[in-house]
């Protein structure tokens, strides 16, 4: 019996948001909406991270790499590399991705990418350890978030996403970290699907955004554009489900292939440190 139920855990823990999962109907989402209070409780965070370029860099590592090999980090002529035992192994827990995709930084830093969407719970699971994580990783390294377009409410949060990059740019908005916890708090906890302008609007406001600025970098350039890039990237990916990371534009994985939460965090440390081997 404790075995099975340690079967049903871990197939909780590694599963994923699919791209085949159907958005709830919309008069499900406004029902849920009118029923969520106007004032949400949130923990700011001290610091505002940086926000990502968005223009698309092709091939991130500059250097160009042979087709014909797996992995060049471990190549023979590289002792550093040979003598590593690596915990994780290509093909189980992370595929490379070939050719190598490009990413949204520059070459002056390892890319991590993380593909998510705000309607999903394991990507709201993520987020905690995530953030840990990008607190204490390598000053060479670099996170990145992707918002992941598998519906019409995932083409809002987008947007949604991208609205609080720029403001958070602008200096409109003053925490984004702050702000991505509410917005999690307020679909997974307080059952508000975020599913039209006017609530999304509401938490923005909340955070102390004017509803000028708001519907300004909404409907902004910059917003439109970003979120054109985030669907060709999820594209060249091959993303099919959520949570999803993508290391440098060569490796993707995801929690399933990782085998936990804390696993997956190991695993980014790992493929970066590989990276950083070339």
């Given at each position: 019996?404790?075995?099975?139920?340690?079967?049903?855990?871990?197939?909780?823990?590694?599963?994923?948001?699919?791209?085949?999962?159907?958005?709830?109907?919309?008069?499900?989402?406004?029902?849920?909406?009118?029923?969520?209070?106007?004032?949400?409780?949130?923990?700011?965070?001290?610091?505002?991270?940086?926000?990502?370029?968005?223009?698309?860099?092709?091939?991130?590592?500059?250097?160009?790499?042979?087709?014909?090999?797996?992995?060049?980090?471990?190549?023979?002529?590289?002792?550093?590399?040979?003598?590593?035992?690596?915990?994780?192994?290509?093909?189980?827990?992370?595929?490379?991705?070939?050719?190598?995709?490009?990413?949204?930084?520059?070459?002056?830093?390892?890319?991590?990418?993380?593909?998510?969407?705000?309607?999903?719970?394991?990507?709201?699971?993520?987020?905690?350890?995530?953030?840990?994580?990008?607190?204490?990783?390598?000053?060479?390294?670099?996170?990145?978030?992707?918002?992941?377009?598998?519906?019409?409410?995932?083409?809002?949060?987008?947007?949604?996403?991208?609205?609080?990059?720029?403001?958070?740019?602008?200096?409109?908005?003053?925490?984004?970290?702050?702000?991505?916890?509410?917005?999690?708090?307020?679909?997974?906890?307080?059952?508000?699907?975020?599913?039209?302008?006017?609530?999304?609007?509401?938490?923005?406001?909340?955070?102390?955004?004017?509803?000028?600025?708001?519907?300004?970098t909404w409907n902004s350039f910059e917003v439109d554009q970003a979120l054109r890039v985030a669907a060709d990237l999820a594209r060249r990916y091959n993303i099919a489900s959520v949570p999803a990371i993508i290391v440098n534009g060569k490796y993707k994985?995801?929690?399933?292939?990782?085998?936990?939460?804390?696993?997956?965090?190991?695993?980014?440390?790992?493929?970066?440190?590989?990276?950083?081997?070339?």
């Amino acid at each position: 019996m404790k075995y099975l139920i340690t079967l049903i855990s871990l197939a909780l823990v590694c599963s994923a948001c699919s791209k085949e999962e159907p958005a709830a109907p919309a008069e499900e989402m406004a029902a849920a909406e009118e029923q969520a209070v106007d004032t949400v409780d949130s923990t700011p965070d001290s610091s505002v991270p940086d926000t990502e370029s968005l223009v698309v860099v092709e091939e991130s590592a500059a250097d160009a790499e042979p087709e014909d090999k797996s992995i060049l980090l471990a190549r023979a002529d590289d002792p550093v590399a040979t003598a590593r035992n690596w915990q994780f192994k290509e093909g189980t827990n992370f595929i490379r991705l070939v050719p190598t995709q490009p990413t949204i930084g520059g070459a002056d830093k390892i890319e991590v990418a993380e593909v998510f969407m705000y309607s999903c719970p394991h990507c709201y699971d993520l987020e905690a350890h995530i953030n840990r994580w990008e607190e204490s990783k390598d000053p060479g390294v670099r996170l990145v978030r992707i918002p992941a377009v598998f519906n019409q409410l995932a083409q809002m949060h987008a947007q949604l996403y991208y609205t609080e990059v720029f403001l958070t740019r602008s200096g409109k908005l003053k925490d984004q970290n702050g702000f991505r916890n509410m917005v999690f708090q307020e679909f997974h906890q307080r059952g508000n699907r975020l599913s039209s302008v006017a609530s999304i609007q509401k938490v923005f406001a909340r955070a102390g955004v004017s509803e000028d600025d708001f519907t300004r970098t909404w409907n902004s350039f910059e917003v439109d554009q970003a979120l054109r890039v985030a669907a060709d990237l999820a594209r060249r990916y091959n993303i099919a489900s959520v949570p999803a990371i993508i290391v440098n534009g060569k490796y993707k994985t995801d929690t399933g292939m990782a085998g936990g939460y804390p696993k997956l965090i190991e695993l980014i440390d790992e493929l970066t440190v590989r990276e950083g081997l070339r």
